[in-house]
T-cell receptor, first 114, second 114 residues
Framework: AQSVTQPDIHITVSEGASLELRCNYSYGATPYLFWYVQSPGQGLQLLLKYFSGDTLVQGIKGFEAEFKRSQSSFNLRKPSVHWSDAAEYFC????????????FGPGTRLSVLP | GAGVSQSPSNKVTEKGKDVELRCDPI?????LYWYRQSLGQGLEFLIY????????KSGLPSDRFSAERTGGSVSTLTIQRTQQEDSAVYLCASSRGSRSGEQYFGPGTRLTVT
């Protein structure tokens, strides 16, 4: 069965600084990988996803993520963080996009200092 | 069009009572998912509906939990004889069901069992 770890429970960065949120997965085959963001009191919104092809994927709000098979990682990055990026970020892995075997990581809470 | 909606947004109930949570998916989406998000935890998959196929109930934590989806649209998650450990945010998501369809999440129902 697949699993997802997000080693950082809480990260604080200053506005304008770069950001990298870590995600490691365990899955035997090529996984479907996702990053979701959950703003306070809101539902989850998909930032980006990786199925195949180019290992560097671009998402919304200036985010990108890189799939590294050798490291079983799918880290999320942003070159310059905005105060509105403060939220909870979830990495997820599935064996397909239907969600039947979809596992979410525990989340990383991002705080942004002015 | 409208996104995924859930009702109620908040529900406080006494231990032992039954509750019903409602999800209205995006029109035309054939797949519907229920997740549970406990405080400080990731998302826990509960149940998945795809078209007219039998639902995948493998994530339901006990037989007190059940869900139905009428007419391939609205879904109701029912929790019988609620326990304090059922307190969580219950999230619903829908997708087109295709291999490239992302999941669109509702704002969730916060359930508190006293």
């Amino acid at each position: 069965a697949q699993s997802v770890t997000q080693p950082d429970i809480h990260i604080t960065v200053s506005e304008g600084a770069s950001l990298e949120l870590r995600c490691n997965y365990s899955y035997g085959a090529t996984p479907y990988l996702f990053w979701y963001v959950q703003s306070p009191g809101q539902g989850l919104q998909l930032l980006l996803k990786y199925f195949s092809g180019d290992t560097l994927v671009q998402g919304i709000k200036g985010f990108e993520a890189e799939f590294k098979r050798s490291q079983s990682s799918f880290n999320l990055r942003k070159p310059s963080v905005h105060w509105s990026d403060a939220a909870e970020y979830f990495c997820a892995v599935g064996e397909d996009n239907y969600g039947q075997n979809f596992v979410f990581g525990p989340g990383t809470r991002l705080s942004v200092l002015p | 069009g409208a996104g995924v909606s859930q009702s109620p947004s908040n529900k406080v109930t006494e231990k032992g009572k039954d509750v019903e949570l409602r999800c209205d998916p995006i029109s035309g989406h054939t797949a519907l998912y229920w997740y549970r998000q406990s405080l400080g935890q990731g998302l826990e998959f509960l149940i998945y509906f795809q078209g007219n196929s039998a639902p995948d109930k493998s994530g339901l934590p006990s037989d007190r939990f059940s869900a139905e989806r009428t007419g391939g649209s609205v879904s109701t998650l029912t929790i019988q004889r609620t326990q304090q450990e059922d307190s969580a945010v219950y999230l619903c998501a829908s997708s087109r069901g295709s291999r490239s369809g992302e999941q669109y999440f509702g704002p969730g129902t916060r359930l508190t069992v006293t």
